[in-house]
């Protein structure tokens, strides 16, 4: 899964989990949980709060982590690092297709690290998110 093999997940954005994820992570910003309110803001819908991505963009991660062809020890894994960059915002009733890509697969002292990209577009093609998802499987160093 290196380059052009990317792995990839849909996910639709529906109004009652972007309030869901919003509630469970203490915002208060009413653009999260009232139409009326994100509709004054310029939003078509609620507007998903910025971490939401790990919604969307999670599962394509996860998928691609442990697929077979990478071949990593779950119970060796630590996470290592992640970042963001948000572009397009999600509002309830996108339609978001993650496409996850192995950048980095390297030795890091006597461990591996894995550096994945995820990118999440929605239906009109704007890029939603860009992720970078660096993990260390412990002791597994190739040569």
Not at 14 to 42: L, M, N, Q, S, Y
Not at 84 to 109: H, I, S
Not at 121 to 136: F, H
Request: aromatic fraction near 10%; include cysteine.
């Amino acid at each position: 899964m290196t380059g052009d093999r990317c792995l990839a997940f849909v996910y639709a954005a529906g109004r009652e989990k972007i309030r869901e994820f919003a509630h469970a992570v203490g915002e208060t910003d009413p653009r999260f949980f009232d139409v009326a309110a994100a509709r004054d803001a310029g939003f078509a819908d609620v507007v998903a709060p910025l971490m939401f991505v790990a919604v969307y963009a999670g599962p394509a991660f996860r998928e691609a982590l442990w697929s077979p062809a990478l071949g990593v020890d779950r119970s060796l894994t630590v996470h290592g690092a992640q970042e963001f960059a948000w572009a397009a915002p999600v509002v309830a009733g996108d339609e978001l297709t993650t496409r996850t890509a192995l950048v980095d697969d390297a030795a890091a002292g006597r461990h591996r690290r894995l550096v994945l990209r995820t990118t999440s577009v929605n239906q009109r093609g704007e890029t939603a998110a860009v992720g970078t998802w660096t993990v260390l499987e412990r002791g597994a160093a190739r040569t």
